[in-house]
């Protein structure tokens, strides 16, 4: 007995970030052209982008907060920032 082909293969290595490049350069020549077109189109398309974004990082933060240590959402962040780390400059 054979097994069917399998359909849902996963693109990786150079092809999947060449397939990312290319749809990324054709959002941002699509943004320009509409950008010069209509502006109000334009400036409505990036707004809400910016809403998608942040409705999509609320909802990470959301569903995750019961897998922080108790002390909130700062835990990575403050992990960052420890002397011992010395990932930001310090400010005096």
């Not at 995750?64 to 420890?82: A, I, L, P, V």
């Not at 990932?87 to 005096?92: D, G, I, L, N, Q």
């Amino acid at each position: 007995m054979t097994t069917p082909p399998h359909t849902g293969e996963r693109v990786t290595g150079w092809p999947r970030y060449a397939l990312l490049a290319a749809c990324l350069l054709a959002g941002t020549a699509t943004l320009y052209a509409i950008s010069q077109y209509n502006y109000l189109l334009f400036h409505t398309l990036v707004e809400l982008f910016a809403v998608a974004v942040a409705v999509s990082v609320f909802t990470i933060g959301w569903n995750t907060r019961r897998q922080t240590s108790g002390s909130g959402g700062c835990t990575h962040f403050s992990r960052m920032c420890h002397n011992s780390l010395q990932k930001f400059p310090k400010v005096s």
